[in-house]
């Protein structure tokens, strides 16, 4: 009995000792880990404030070193000034990954010796109380409650999560396409042909979708003028519309803006001035008096506007007028000055670039402006616009040049098709309607080309050419106005001339199909009306009352057109 | 002297490992040198092994189930169970960085299932298999001595609180929502969760996201008094352990021979993993209880379609998880002029011309999925909840002190607090256990 009793106290005695050995080294890793932690922070914080790269006393003496290149006892001082810096910082950061070492081991003592001190606290029950079964059956009752109000609260949290996070993307509508809805977050071919987004309207090609406008209106009496607003600086280019909101450039030589005009009432929305373009010349280009610094026409993809000027610089603006990107795409080599414009594809933005220097096709992201392909073209300068055709098979980007016109792959710039029958200095855009393309120019011809497998020309014209004015393709018919004054129309299957007309001035702007009718404005400000058929049918001559050479933009009910000075609004 | 030697082949194998993390630093191509004294960072993913590394971690992992499993079943020794964890921690945790781990092997089986061109290697299959196999056997050992998430929680538990067990029942749903989760983003190929947000492997790899780091310190810190939470409320691959555990014949028990009921063991789990007898238990009402349980299985199919239909209406909100989805929504919105910059998915998207429409397709396609999805998985937890309800209204006599074999981990804790096993061991004789006054009993004397 007293071997069995000593036997006890002799485990007693060692299980103390060794509980207490735990318990001092528990104390002292504690106290260590503690203090190293602090240190840690304190070195962190250190760490995090000096930056060697940018030390102020290396600034300094690199500033004097400007001064003073030449030097020697400088630029030695700033090597040991800088040595010391990055020493001192990676120091720093190894005492960081030691200390993190040694606060590791530490803890791990810590954590063994409580441990062990814990492993010598065993967990009995009172036993001088029941057992506690009784409560399990409450605690079952409870946990029913609580389980059934887990299930709850989750039905809550996926509700919460599923419905209304969701919000943001069923509104834009990836999801759940509807008929009519773009499905890709830029704006769908209905919602093109809603609006007037570019040159010649929607995809290019002078199609009106508004039909219900005015056919009669005379700008020095004001019959059918809703308002008028001067521009206040030069612009060749023609309005682009977007709901409400009508967007046009000016530049000269001190300045390009970009304005944003609301469509009921006329008024400015904004105005900006584009300065500080990265790469923008500081030299303008020289450009002649008829084309100007704001030639090309504007373009949006419906959430964004882009517009071209002269001097290459190239700026996108959302439609409260933040700039959101701007560059400068090298200043065109260009002897008229640059006036190809813009037409945008899904997010792309699509820039006919030829110069003296070479063809080229870019195509920059609507987003950010980043160059997605620089496709070269072997062809000439030119200052036509591109218009974009769907044949039936794919999406096309049609360009008019010389001596080719050429398809590409808007996508990816690549080039599908060339046919070779033009020359001289290219300004007319193509024309485009049932899978036939029409190119023209002076001196050139007309030709009619027809996309199949491969592209080929299937007649020619010769007389009456246009050298500025782009043709207008119906269904059955071609519409061809020259700067001299001739307006021809032909079968355009065929190119037999069906009809010529002579007008007292000659045409720079386009004629625009608009339902039956074809409205083409002349040098003058004139706009005639008139039936598109096989034979000519005047419906209305309409002055302005001053010089234009834009295209007319329809929307709704109205005529939006740019004069020299002011922009009209036409609508009864 | 068996176990003088075993332990020395612990602690050999456990100062081994570190020679063997640098054996294995394989480079494809040669560092470039940095004249500035450079120092690359280490990667914070292991690399790839070879072939013969990976047969070794599957004989390991053998080696690991059997004794975890001899331990727990022959020897009864909660010692040698915790120095195998160690080494399990050493090994499966910081030498092999947690990867590959059963926990995460879950979810390449879902992708493996769901996608027939990934070819899933032999060695997660085998990580994933053997220990529900072993656990389908011989309950969950590999919790107690082999899992490295495991082992590390286990390591930091201090002075472990009794959950309360209404609450524990609770928490216990959270595994079968994790577990739905991860396979309804891994079969879909939204990503791995499970490792996305071990909060445990960023110790393993002296590294990773700050915000894991501080969750993993949170779990460890709060480990010292709720042991092992992971393992207990969120673990996944715990699920399907407890799963099979239900189903093991031969489970661990907390006595070796028969139990007197007592009630020594009652505090002795700290994951309450311990079943009281209750024969001195005055029933309830089986009245009402009868009729909410005929409630409840007339509610059954309602319940789990609500819940499925739940579950399906989260599939926008999920799928956004998935790559794809996202870098189509980042560029949906980019185009609807909702986002100002560009991030570097989108730019590496765009360059690439893909057309919009198709990267739009697959996104819907991988929707659908999640619609699907939604709904197996709504359906599931919903099933669960049932399932759990139902459970409680079921009235089964407990004769004995004996585990939970669902939820017992075969840490062998309780062991050394039966007199029978101290019998056993030859720590106290027949007589001295009829003497026995419970309520003076040391645990020095019945320490292992």
């Known amino acids: 009995m007293m071997e069995k009793q000593n036997k006890e106290l ?46 102020q006393a290396i600034s300094q003496l690199m500033t004097k070193l400007q001064e003073n290149p030449e030097d020697t006892v400088l630029i030695e001082q700033i090597r040991a000034l800088d040595l010391l810096a990055r020493k001192a910082y990676f120091t720093h950061q190894w005492q960081i990954r030691t200390g993190s070492y040694l606060l590791f081991t530490f803890v791990l003592i810590l954590l063994l010796a409580l441990k062990y001190m814990s492993s010598l606290a065993p967990r009995f029950p009172d036993l001088t109380k029941g057992p506690e079964t009784e409560k399990t059956w409450e605690s079952r009752l409870l946990s029913r409650k609580y389980i059934l109000y887990g299930g709850l609260g989750l039905v809550l949290l996926a509700f919460v999560l599923g419905v209304l ?98 469509a009921d009432s006329g008024e400015f929305l904004w105005q900006r001035e584009l300065n500080d373009i990265p790469g923008s010349p500081e030299r303008r280009p020289q450009v002649t008096e008829d084309t100007g610094f704001a030639a090309p026409t504007m373009t949006t993809d419906g959430t964004r506007v882009f517009a071209l000027f002269a001097t290459g610089d190239i700026a996108c603006l959302d439609f409260d007028g933040n700039r959101v990107w701007a560059k400068n795409l090298g200043v065109p080599e260009n002897h008229y000055g640059h006036s190809s414009s813009l037409i945008t594809y899904q997010d792309l933005l699509l820039i006919q670039y030829d110069q003296n220097t070479g063809g080229r096709l870019l195509a920059l992201s609507t987003l950010s402006g980043d160059m997605v392909y620089d496709q070269p073209r072997d062809v000439e300068i030119s200052w036509a616009s591109p218009v974009l055709v769907n044949t039936g098979k ?92 001739t307006v021809t129309c032909l079968d355009n299957k065929t190119g037999e001339r069906l009809w010529l007309e002579e007008f007292e001035e000659g045409f720079y ?15 003058s400000g004139v706009t005639y009306v008139f039936k598109a058929d096989k034979e000519f049918q005047l419906i209305s001559r309409n002055e302005l009352g001053e010089k234009a050479m834009s295209i007319p933009a329809f929307m709704h009910d109205r005529i939006y057109i740019r004069g020299t000075k002011n922009l009209y609004c036409i609508g009864e | 002297m068996k176990l003088k030697k075993l332990k020395i082949f612990f602690v050999a194998l456990a100062l081994l490992c570190p ?22 960072p280490d990667l914070l993913t292991p690399a790839p092994r070879s072939v013969v590394w990976e047969y070794m971690d599957i004989l390991v992992l053998v080696a690991a189930l059997s004794l975890a499993t001899y331990f727990a079943h022959k020897l009864r020794s909660r010692r040698n169970i915790f120095l195998l964890m ?107 969760i499970i490792c996305q947000y071990d909060p445990f492997v960023g110790f393993f790899r002296f590294g990773a996201d700050f915000n894991m780091v501080i969750l993993g310190m949170s779990m460890l810190l709060l480990g010292t008094i709720v042991a092992r939470p992971y393992c207990r409320y969120l673990c996944p691959y715990g699920v399907l352990l407890n799963w099979m555990s239900r189903l093991s014949r031969r489970h661990v028990r907390i006595t070796p021979d028969e139990c007197n009921k007592c009630r020594l063991c009652e505090e002795s789990c700290p994951f309450g ?44 909100s999920l799928s956004r998880l998935h790559p794809t989805v996202s870098l189509a929504e980042e560029v949906l919105l980019e185009n609807a002029g909702k986002r100002t910059e560009m991030t570097d998915a989108t730019k590496a998207f765009r360059a690439t011309g893909k057309p919009l429409e198709e990267l739009f397709a697959e996104a819907r396609a991988i929707q659908t999925q999640f619609h699907k999805g939604g709904w197996i998985l709504g359906g599931f937890i919903g099933l669960i909840l049932c399932l759990k309800l139902i459970s409680l209204f079921i009235r089964r006599r407990q004769l004995e002190y004996d585990v939970d074999k669902g939820t017992c981990l075969s840490c062998g804790r309780c062991f050394a607090y039966c007199p029978y096993e101290q019998v056993r061991l030859g720590q106290m004789t027949p007589e001295e256990l009829k003497e026995l006054d419970r309520r003076d009993v040391s645990i020095k004397q019945f320490r292992a």
């Open chain 1, 10 to 55: 002799h485990v007693k005695n060692r299980t103390e000792l060794w509980y207490n050995i735990a318990k001092n080294i528990a104390i002292v890793t504690a106290v260590l880990a503690g203090i190293l932690s602090v240190l840690m922070i304190a070195n962190f914080i250190q760490t995090k404030s000096v930056d060697p790269l940018n030390s």
């Open chain 1, 165 to 262: 996070s969701q919000t943001e993307l069923k509104k834009i509508g990836i999801f759940q396409p509807q008929k009519n809805q773009a499905t890709s977050g830029y704006a769908s071919l209905k919602e093109i042909r809603d609006n007037w987004p570019g040159f010649r309207g929607p995809e290019g090609i002078g199609w009106a979708y508004h039909t219900d406008v005015p056919k009669e209106w005379d700008g020095p009496s004001g019959k059918n003028i809703r308002w008028k607003i001067e521009i206040p600086y030069p612009g060749f280019n023609s309005p682009i519309i977007w709901g409400k909101k009508i967007f046009l450039s000016s530049a000269d030589r001190r300045r390009q803006v970009m304005y944003c005009i609301d």
């Open chain 1, 394 to 485: 794919r999406d096309e980007l049609i360009l008019n040049s010389n001596p080719f016109v050429m398809s590409h792959d808007p996508r990816t710039g690549q080039e599908l098709w060339r046919v070779r029958c033009m020359l001289g200095e290219i300004a007319p855009s193509p024309a485009y309607a049932d899978g036939m393309v029409y190119v023209v120019n002076d001196y050139a011809r007309l030709a009619g080309i027809k996309l199949g497998e491969s592209a080929e020309m299937v007649w020619e014209y010769i007389d009456d050419l246009s050298e500025v004015s782009s043709p207008l393709a119906s269904n059955d018919y071609l519409f061809m106005s020259a700067s001299y004054g």
């Open chain 1, 509 to 523: 702007s386009s004629p625009i199909l608009v339902g039956e009718f074809v409205y083409l404005m002349d040098m």
């Open chain 2, 19 to 40: 020679v063997f993390v640098y054996s294995q630093v394989q480079e494809r191509f040669p560092k470039p040198d940095f004249e500035s004294g450079y120092v690359r």
């Open chain 2, 86 to 192: 160690v080494f399990s921690l050493v090994y499966f945790g910081f030498y092999r960085k947690g990867c590959v781990c059963s926990v995460g092997a879950v979810q390449n089986v879902s992708f493996a299932l769901f996608n027939l061109a990934y070819v899933i290697p032999l060695s997660v299959i085998l990580f994933f298999a053997l220990p529900l196999i072993f656990t389908l056997f011989y309950g969950r050992t590999f919790c107690a001595a082999v899992c490295p998430l495991g082992a590390i929680q286990d390591a930091v538990v201090l002075k472990p609180i009794s959950v309360p067990e209404w609450l524990a029942r609770l928490l216990s749903m959270f595994p079968y929502v994790y577990l739905g989760l991860a396979v309804l983003f891994a079969a879909t190929g939204a990503g791995f």
């Open chain 2, 273 to 316: 993993a311990i079943k009281k007898a209750d024969e001195e238990t005055q029933p309830m009402k089986k009245e009402t209880d009868v009729k909410q349980l005929a409630v409840l299985f007339i509610l059954l199919p309602v319940i789990v379609f609500g819940f499925g239909w739940v579950g399906s209406r989260l599939d926008i």
